[in-house]
């Protein structure tokens, strides 16, 4: 099995460094994720490395942080934390999810999601977001964790049935225009998906869309011009039953018209996927959304670069070269890692970011 393993990864390697880039163009984003003061600490510069973009969480942005990114003529985009009711739930209990059996549902794996239509969430949300925008000149912000309660990042997901608080009920009700019966919540939340099961789906879909408008909205009035991303799954619409947009709320169709690029997180080693998947996913979507390289709407995946021991998934140098390459296929024109710090770390894994962005960026100068 290992011999196996290793001759199929060398071939995936030689495959994809054939093809550099099967796009009309040459990347024009060659990413990481994370924060970069590992990297800088050890004395390397941005551009050195061919790198022209950091995607960092939005807590880690900082004036230093934005000066040396322009210094080393790097743009910064923040990672927003949209949809993530991580210790927010626990000071604002209204906010926690509530499951069809009219139980808090708890965490999926690692993750702690949120009741999107809470109000008061909203709220802190969107000045959290507008904070971020009026005290730092972003290239961009890429929504994370856009997606009703679940966890998709495990090869077996994890998809409970939520919400049902008197919130989403309420404006569930409204929205349809319908009279949920009297009872308790469990006998509502039952009523809804024997009676209007996919008007509950399709409404679930459309807080997902007002997420989104608003997100767009505060960036527009605030910072114009400023790119709007959405990190999301990386499932194709029939995968585990359709529980992208079942489940999880995400219909990229009605996501496309707000959204100015997709970053499908195509964690193959995460997901337990052969580094071919990241290919294969990237190309799907770009026929899905009929996207190219000249298109309004881009698609930048993330691809793995970090190694997930306690999971028993290692990423060597040469998958995540694979992957990295895999992902500008189809009409992608970007691609980023995570993460930057395990990169840092890694002096192959190192190596590599720097031969293959250099490559791109040498190509895109002739």
Request: proline share 5%; aromatic share 10%.
């Amino acid at each position: 099995m290992i011999a196996a393993r290793i001759v199929s990864t060398i071939l995936l390697v030689l495959c994809a460094c054939t093809n550099l880039n099967t796009s009309a163009q040459l990347p024009e984003i060659r990413g990481t994720y994370g924060n970069p003061r590992t990297f800088w600490q050890q004395g390397h510069k941005l551009d050195d490395f061919g790198i022209n973009a950091i995607f960092v969480h939005s807590r880690s942005i900082n004036g230093e942080m934005m000066q040396r990114a322009s210094q080393e003529h790097v743009r910064v985009y923040a990672e927003f934390a949209t949809l993530n009711g991580k210790n927010y739930v626990d000071e604002h209990p209204e906010a926690w999810p509530i499951n069809e059996m009219g139980e808090r549902e708890p965490a999926a794996s690692w993750f702690m999601g949120v009741c999107p239509t809470e109000p008061g969430f909203r709220e802190y949300r969107m000045q959290q977001l507008r904070s971020l925008v009026e005290e730092h000149a972003v290239a961009g912000v890429w929504m994370d964790y856009v997606h009703w309660h679940a966890q998709f990042e495990e090869p077996e997901p994890i998809l409970p049935e939520t919400c049902f608080c008197q919130s989403c009920l309420a404006a569930f009700q409204k929205t349809v225009g319908i009279q949920i019966p009297d009872g308790e919540i469990s006998e509502k939340a039952a009523w809804i998906l024997d009676q209007h099961g996919q008007a509950w789906r399709d409404w679930r879909c459309e807080v997902i869309i007002e997420w989104a408008k608003m997100c767009r909205q505060v960036i527009d009035e605030v910072r114009p011009g400023t790119l709007l991303g959405v990190y999301h799954c990386p499932w194709t619409d029939d995968e585990f039953d359709g529980a992208r947009r079942r489940n999880l709320g995400l219909d990229l169709e009605l996501l496309e018209p707000y959204i100015d690029v997709f970053s499908p997180m195509v964690y193959h080693g995460r997901m337990e996927r052969s580094p071919q998947w990241v290919q294969e996913y990237v190309q799907w979507m770009c026929r899905r959304l009929d996207i190219g390289p000249e298109s309004r709407v881009k698609i930048w995946p993330i691809v793995q670069a970090r190694d997930d021991p306690e999971h028993g998934n290692m990423i060597s140098a040469e998958e995540f070269e694979t992957v990295l390459r895999y992902g500008v296929t189809g009409g992608s024109t970007g691609v980023m890692m995570f993460t930057f710090p395990s990169i840092a770390e890694n002096q192959a894994k190192l190596d590599v970011l720097q031969r293959v962005y250099n490559e791109w960026k040498q190509a895109a100068l002739k």
